[in-house]
């Protein structure tokens, strides 16, 4: 995407160091509640909230400002139907045989297993596609630069503004994922980056008893 010339940055905000303190405090209080979810509700969602996390998603900086992402949402039930059983085949290959025993059981503790009934229980499923090149009108190819990283920070924001909206997620990423482009007539220039279920958690919804790394373990101040 070509731009003509700089303008000035009007939109930054500046606080006092004390109010940033307390910002960042209440921003760590609140992201410290989000949790992956597998027990949805099947309780709607105005469309609305997902378009507004969708556009704080399309935010996220990329590399040469290509923006090589793509969100496919889908609520119709018949074609959430048709994900679920496409997902479940490959995943039953994957617990069948197809994972390493070590991958099985670092995954043990989580419960998952090649059952994947919140794919149509939720009211939305967000299929995350990566651009490996675009296009321009006249069809020829246009390099983008730094894909997986510009679409892995499009999805931390998307996920984090669901967050902050009040919605639950869940990153799902059957292999291989061929069968989303297939079924959602996407691009062959595109690539399936993952399936972000979203919606309301199930009234006896829980999740697996496990604790986050400390700063200490996973940070160096040089």
Known sequence: ME????????????????????????????????????????????????????????????????????????SDLETKKEIRQAAEKEEKKFYGGRAPEEWLEALAPLGTDESKPFLEIAPYLIVIFSEVHGLNSQGEKINNYYVSESVGIATGILITALHNAGLVT?????????????????????????????????????????????????????
């Open 170 to 222: 869940l990153t799902h990423t059957p292999s291989p994922m061929n069968f989303l482009r297939r079924i959602l007539k996407r691009g062959k220039n595109e690539r399936a980056f993952l399936i972000l279920v979203t919606g309301f958690p199930s009234d006896n919804a829980k999740v697996p008893n496990i604790s986050k790394k400390e700063l200490k373990d996973f940070t160096s101040f040089i």
């Open 3 to 74: 731009e003509s010339s700089f303008v000035s940055h009007s939109s930054y905000k500046s606080y006092p160091i004390d109010e940033m303190q307390k910002r960042s405090e209440a921003f760590l209080r609140d992201i410290k509640r989000r949790r992956t979810i597998r027990d949805f509700s099947g309780k709607p969602v105005p469309k609305e909230i997902i378009e507004n996390c969708l556009k704080a998603a399309g935010t996220a900086p990329s590399g040469a400002n290509r923006q090589p992402w793509h969100f496919s949402v889908i």
